[in-house]
């Protein structure tokens, strides 16, 4: 019994994994955030450009204001898997963190997982963290902390 518990916990998906997600860059919003545009700036320029909402969440958490920094990660967040499911994305599969278009849905799930911690929500920054992981290992390294 215990060989098979085994086996099934090691066992490869035989359909392999989806390609990896690299989402478009906006280069209008990120020669913005390189003039060093503050993020709720850019943000209010362009509403889908994660980055900035994942900028404003860290500014936030920084600042120790976990709910605000909730609101602006769950927003960078919530708009980057409209991104990711427009750009191919079936809702799970790598999103490397190395693609830098990438990095605005990684720091907004990160955040999120801060933030969630910070007021209590146990079960959201959990899955939060595992998705990161499971999207990017190297995010995740990079991340958590």
Known sequence: MAWQTARMSTHANL????PPTLL?????AASLVAAGIPAAEVAAKHPAYALAW?????GALAAERPVDAYAYARTGYHRSLDALRGNGWK??????WSHEPNRGFLRSLAALALAAERIGEVSEEER???FLQESSAEAYEKLKQ
């Open 15 to 18: 359909l392999g994994e989806p």
């Open 24 to 28: 478009p860059e906006d280069p209008d």
């Open 54 to 58: 994942a900028m404003l969440a860290e």
């Open 91 to 96: 809702g799970h599969g790598p999103v490397p």
């Open 128 to 130: 939060c963290w595992t």
